[in-house]
Structure formats: C-alpha cells, structure tokens
C-alpha cells in the first residue's frame, strides 16, 4: 500500500546513538498501513518532497512508531532543516538490498571480519556498502572498504567503527 502524508523534519537532542539525528516521524496507524504487523525495521521506497528515496529503513521508536532517519545529503537535496514541512510517499520497499561487490570481495579474504558481517541483519550490512558506495573518490572508498574489513575482523559495529575514526 502507497501512504502519501505530510510532517514535519524533527531533530533529536541527547539521545545516545541518536543524537544530532534528523528525521521524521512516521505513526503506527501509518507505519502498519506499510507493513501489517511488524514491529521491527522495514524498509521502504517512495518520494520525499520530489525526492526519490528507495531501501531506506523506518526504525521503530517504540509503541508501534517509526522514525525515518534524513541524512546531510538528503536535507542539502531538499533544501530542508528541522522544523521545515514535508511531503511524504512511502510503500514497503522489497527489493534485496545489495552490498558493494568490492566490499565483499575483500571481506572473502578475511574469514573474521567475513563471520562478523554475515551475523549482521542485511539493513545493518547495507550501512556499510551505503557509507562506501557515498565516497566521492576512489581512494575515500578503498580506504572504507580497507577500515570496514580490519574493524569487522575486531568484532566493531558500524557505529563504533565510525567512533573509532573520531
């Protein structure tokens, strides 16, 4: 089912991992229009404002709500900040998220960092290949792909290898 909506962008003060986050929120009478019945990530495809977005993960927050997460380059192509109204179009988005092929291929060569990778849930693998597949240039994405592998073999997740950079 296709739900259009409009809302407004949020962003989240002191929140853990979450802090700084802008998002949006997406109710559970919505959310469940969505994807009956589930309570955990789900993936979605559609439009914000002229937007297109595609494999983008609602959260649950909790109660049967989500939070869509709208990241720098997403409120740069919007021209949105927090507090600014926008027009949402979202379906259940089913199509196999893929994972950086080169990502994979140094991932064969550590049989660690590999195990670590394949024990992740596939929306978890995909901010890897996502924060990869957004370098600009071919020596930023070697050397993510290069950082991904070591921290993997050291059992780090995402978030903390992003931690360990800082």
Same mark, same amino acid.
């Given at each position: 089912?296709?739900?259009?909506?409009?809302? !407004?962008?949020?962003?989240?003060?002191?929140?853990?991992?979450?802090?700084?986050?802008? +998002?949006?929120?997406?109710?559970?009478?919505?959310?469940?229009?969505?994807?009956?019945?589930? @309570?955990?990530?789900?993936?979605?495809?559609?439009?914000?404002? @002229?937007?297109?977005?595609?494999?983008?993960?609602?959260?649950?927050?909790?109660?049967?709500? +989500?939070?869509?997460?709208?990241?720098?380059?997403? !409120?740069?192509?919007?021209?949105?900040?927090?507090?600014?109204?926008?027009?949402?179009?979202?379906?259940?988005?089913?199509?196999?998220?893929?994972?950086?092929?080169?990502?994979?291929?140094?991932?064969?060569?550590?049989?660690?960092?590999?195990?670590?990778?394949?024990?992740?849930? @596939?929306?978890?693998?995909? =901010? =890897?290949? @996502?924060?990869?597949?957004? &370098?600009?240039?071919?020596?930023?994405?070697?050397? !993510?792909?290069?950082?991904?592998?070591?921290?993997? &073999?050291?059992?780090?997740? =995402?978030?903390?290898?992003?931690?360990?950079?800082?």
């Amino acid at each position: 089912m296709k739900l259009a909506f409009e809302t !407004r962008l949020l962003k989240f003060g002191k929140m853990g991992e979450k802090t700084g986050w802008t +998002y949006f929120n997406i109710p559970a009478a919505l959310a469940h229009k969505i994807a009956p019945a589930t @309570k955990k990530s789900f993936r979605v495809k559609g439009k914000i404002d @002229k937007m297109e977005i595609r494999q983008s993960s609602l959260l649950p927050i909790g109660d049967g709500n +989500y939070i869509l997460p709208v990241n720098g380059a997403m !409120r740069k192509t919007l021209n949105k900040k927090n507090g600014d109204k926008i027009q949402v179009v979202l379906q259940l988005d089913k199509e196999e998220i893929k994972i950086n092929s080169l990502l994979l291929d140094c991932l064969a060569d550590e049989p660690e960092a590999l195990k670590q990778f394949n024990a992740m849930p @596939k929306s978890h693998q995909k =901010y =890897y290949s @996502k924060w990869i597949e957004s &370098a600009k240039t071919e020596p930023t994405k070697i050397k !993510r792909i290069a950082l991904a592998v070591s921290t993997l &073999a050291q059992k780090m997740n =995402y978030s903390e290898m992003i931690q360990s950079q800082q």
